[in-house]
């Protein structure tokens, strides 16, 4: 039996390297992965991937997370598409992640450095980045709050 692991820290991996301006075509020559895998953990994020599927993609991050496409021989219409499509899915990219808790499946990333707070979704109001999920329910709460609070202002003006 194939030992497996968390897909958790492959998928944000890949995700965030597609952000980053790396083609699935690049990643499936670099990691020994198919290119149809490679779109499978990005898009369907499976639960567990094998470890040596892990290992792979981890060592090509490594390598890729902070080096240019466009330097690494990737034409810049291939980067260019890539960054469009995994910005349009909302991935994040390497930055939002520690390499300390990018493995952790209850890791959440960090655009603002204070996502999941109200803190967190004024700072994506404020540097024009779309609303992570975390952000989305912080603000939803403090949404409700301040709803929460109109209503007992007004009961209590017709008390
Ligand atoms: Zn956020």
Same mark, same amino acid.
């Given at each position: 039996?194939?030992?497996?692991? =968390?897909?958790?820290?492959? *998928?944000?991996?890949?995700?965030? &390297?597609? *952000? @980053?301006? /790396?083609?699935?075509?690049?990643?499936?020559?670099?990691?020994?992965?198919?290119?149809?895998?490679?779109?499978? &953990?990005?898009? $369907?994020?499976?639960?567990?991937?094998?470890?040596?599927?892990?290992?792979? *993609?981890? #060592?090509?991050?490594?390598?890729? =997370?902070?080096?240019?496409?466009? &330097?690494?021989? *990737?034409?810049?219409?291939?980067?260019?598409?890539?960054?469009?499509? #995994?910005?349009? $899915?909302? /991935?994040?990219?390497?930055?939002? /992640?520690? %390499? %300390?808790?990018? %493995? %952790?499946? @209850?890791?959440?990333?960090? /655009?603002?450095?204070?996502?999941?707070? =109200?803190?967190?979704?004024?700072?994506? #109001?404020?540097?024009?980045?779309?609303?992570?999920?975390?952000?989305? #329910?912080?603000?939803?709460?403090?949404? &409700?709050?301040?709803? @929460?609070? $109109?209503?007992? @202002?007004?009961?209590?003006?017709?008390?």
């Amino acid at each position: 039996m194939t030992a497996r692991t =968390s897909a958790a820290g492959s *998928v944000r991996r890949l995700q965030g &390297l597609a *952000v @980053a301006g /790396w083609p699935v075509g690049r990643l499936a020559r670099e990691t020994g992965l198919t290119a149809y895998r490679i779109t499978q &953990l990005v898009t $369907a994020s499976p639960k567990t991937v094998t470890v040596d599927e892990a290992r792979a *993609v981890a #060592a090509v991050y490594v390598r890729y =997370s902070g080096a240019s496409p466009g &330097l690494c021989g *990737v034409s810049h219409v291939h980067a260019r598409a890539a960054r469009d499509r #995994a910005t349009a $899915a909302g /991935w994040a990219p390497p930055a939002a /992640w520690d %390499d %300390d808790t990018i %493995d %952790d499946p @209850a890791a959440i990333p960090q /655009w603002t450095g204070h996502c999941g707070t =109200s803190r967190g979704a004024n700072l994506h #109001a404020r540097h024009g980045i779309p609303l992570c999920p975390p952000c989305q #329910a912080a603000d939803e709460r403090r949404r &409700l709050a301040r709803e @929460a609070r $109109a209503l007992r @202002a007004l009961s209590t003006n017709h008390a």
